[in-house]
């Protein structure tokens, strides 16, 4: 019989098969459309919001290209170039200050922003109260206007029309802030917004040299230029300007990375519970075939080729597959009107509903694939079935060897899986990461689960029946042993490890409420006012500690020689060449001798070439070596350091850690502010931030917990997401449990009947059940314990670089949630055993 | 389906031995058959439970392979025949009926029948069917399924379909095991019929004694080994 002959026939056969429709893979559905459905809808909405992103850009950036400048405005040449060759320029100010009543009862640490009569280029502020921004802004009976968040308005109790002062200006709030379009993202937002006018802004007195301010150009370009050819041109006529500039490829960076790092992280969710649910295929895959064995064996003594055997399961399988599929490209299709529905209000961007291709078909490609090498085993086992099953009854022909060509190509499959995954992810890392884990985590469950029945099977025989029995069905030919603690094990290994991290993250925080770390963050400060910070600080009983510093802010514009642009930096590091990094100099020893792992610190008197001591991992990551160059732009300006030595940074004591700190040279001589950490009791905390911001209005405070508690809540919702991924891998290994029950059912009626007719009463077959399935939950929860908790250790250890501590309590909820769902999903499903009379099915065996 | 001797016997069984891996060990089934059996010519099986007379016919049909010994088949040697090689030998002259039918559930009769028609490639396969299940008095049940047959309907569709090819070797493991005794002689009468309306040689196996005197011969299978009873007259059919 030549291929097309036997597709011709598989393809007839297979559809004689199903004419008795879809029974018995209910399971095998709900596994592979569950994984699909959350493939499907996370790609959808992580493309919808995309779309919004690509439609929106120009409202977001503000303009068709944006320029930023740290500290300084444009110069006059570098802001004619500008006028001259766009048809609309907006000036836009940003910086930190705080707001005051006008009796100074309140103030309130603000997101303060500048803005011209062009201002907003393109798309609208949402306003309540008055709706036209120029008019709210403009001066009026000698007071400016501002626009605020209503969050400032609860903060210092007041109102629109009550004037409030900023600086050395009292302005009148006129007009509430809904929404504004171009504040993007930005995970650090110390306050709510407050808006006047840029002439209002010069008024306050806060531009002070050094001040940490940024001074945004938008501009609108005429036809015919595009945002690219406008670039390059202006980097081409102002090299040295150290401005960073964005245009609509990348308008809202932060947006942009906020969908990739979620869509790629909740992809995984999918593909977690699509692997969990692939175990369950493979179950059903196998079960189905269990019970074509007479039929296979049929065809087989009717002259019936191997190949045929297969190809005809294989286009069974495939077609049913291709259900299961597409009902998860339904659920995925839809599930995003839903969820856009529900937050779309808290989502960056207003989302665009539409369906999105790519993410659908990658759905169903990554379903397909879990389909072959989930099935391909029990598929290929099928077609050795021989026809003299029929005359000889086997056991579970289905389960063993395939041989090694089969697996060669269920390998291959497999690999093909894995590279889509990878290659497909917005964060490859994160998804190659994945995949090894998931690899690791699916071969130790199956390496234990096979181990478990090896063990359970050489037992020396218990005398209690009871438990015999229990330990009997674990090893049982076609026992669902392996499969549940695989499917099971994966989503409580999750649970675990997401708990025993929350854990250690609260315990961190919890030492930064117990005065460890420091209390209070002022920047801003002007050098003649560090001496005044210090006089407030040491008039406290007791003394507060503090750190002052001076700070800057520059953007690394080349490494070893090599321009920024060009330089490809390691993923984990790449955020040191993202934007302005804060830099410090001194002329005293190095914070910490002992943290100098490299290289020299120079000496107190140094006063030869710009020295720069640099982050000791970073400086590994980008293979800077002792005497290698970095040249920072601070001001517009290029300064160009050696590296002196590497420096070991603890990120985590959250003091003032800088990635450069410089020698004393041009650096010290440039115009900047000091920042300054207060180690301080409860009790001092608001006593000092009232009495700094008091005498120093400039000065901006900000306090630790408040970061933490923002920080927290960000984790605690990350913590919700991440708790979805282990709910649904644990649905989808509860579903695996289930279909497992299901498939030994008739074989627990009958054991059940058989027993019963030997004298066992219900209450003996319920323990020796419950047994079965306890131990069952004990060794998945022991197990899934363990890997968890060393998956929690790694991440803290060894990627957080974090201290970590073992908390027994998610291990003791994990040993809870095993039992409740193997007890609860297997006596469900034996219950109906148990209420089977014996005489009945024994008339009809 | 090459090669066909026409003139001698149609199976040839020469010191056979069966060997089967089992938990408790090794098991030897069958212990040196030797056995012959000519064209249209008919042959019962009987013996013990657990005698290895099932096991003799699953090696005659290719479907369990000797542990030594040579097995031949209308001129087929199996031992170097691959596993296509005797699916196809089984598809064009062999047919096989069994105690508990073993139809496809989800075929209806006259589907069942073309299999073997439709594995050969022929594209009669259909008509050749229904004719078949028209010779077994079933003309009026083509479109039921299985399980909406009685179990004597069954077993003659399964009759059907193992002389849709015209097989030269009839296989049948005790066909009325399962069903009562009337019935049982309806088959018997149809099996035999059909042998000689083809010329099919039939190796029968049977517990029952009356249905083994039908048979020209009678072999006997005790552990593993065979021994010949005086031929038995024929009764006419």
Redesign the interface.
Known sequence: ?NVG?TLR?AW?YAR?????GLKGFGIFLACLSLGVAAIAGVGSLAAAVEAGLKADGRVLLGGDVSFRLTHRPATDEQLRWITDNVDRVSGIVEMRANTFTEDGSAYRLVELKGVDDAYPLFGGLELSGETDLNAALAQRDGAWGAAVQKGLLERLGVGVGDRVRIGDVSVEIRTVIDREPDRGTNAFNFGPRLMINNDALAETGLVQPGSIIRYYYRVDLPDGVTPGQFTERAEAAFPEAGWRIRDLDNAAPNIQRFIDRVGSFMTIVGLTALLVGGVGVGNAVRHFLQGKI??I??????????R?ILAMYLVQVGLISLVGIAIGLVFGLASPLLAIDIIGDRLPVAARQGVYWQPILLAAMFGVLVTLVFSLWPLSRARQI???A???EQVAPISGFPGWPTLAVVGVFALILAVSAVLTSAQPWLAAGFVLGAIAALGAFALIGFAVVAVSRRLPRPRNAKLRLAIANLHRPGGATGGVIMSLGMGLTVLVGVALLEYNLKTQLDGALRGEIPGYYFIDLQPDQVPTFERIAASFDPPIRTQTVPMLRGRVSAMKGVPASEIVPPPQEAWILRGDRGLTWTAGGPPDPEKIVKGEWWPPDYAGEQLVSFDAEAAEAFDLQIGDTITVNVLGRPITAKVANWRRIDWNDLGINFVMVFSPGVLASAPMTYIATAHLTDEQEIALEKAVVGELPNVSAIRVKEVLEGVTEILANVGVAVRVIAVVAIFAGVLVLAGAIAAGHRKRIYDAVVLKVLGATRRDLITAYALEYGILGLVTAAIASVLGTVAAWFVMTRLMEAPWAFAPEPAIITVIAALVCTVGAGMIGTLAALNKKAAPLLRND | MSPSDTQGPLMVLEDVHLRLGSEAGEVHILRGVDFEAGRGETISIVGPSGSGK?SM??VA?G??RATSGTVMVDGHDFATAG??EL??????RMG?V?Q?F??????SAL?NVA??L????RSDAFDRAGEMLAAVGLDHRLSHYPGQLSGGEQQRTALA?AFAVEPGLLLA?EPTGNLDHDTGEQIIEQMFGLCERFGTTLMLITHDPGLAARCERMVTMQDGMLSERAPAARKAV
């Open positions: 019989m002959a026939l007839t004689r098969e199903l004419r008795g007479a039929t064996a049929t065809l087989k003594c009717l002259g019936a080729p191997s045929l021989p026809g003299a029929l005359f000889r | 099932t016919m699953m049909a479907l369990e596993e296509d699916a196809l030998l089984r598809r064009d096989i069994f508990s073993h139809l496809v559930p989800t075929m589907e299999v073997p439709e594995l050969a490639g379909r493991d």
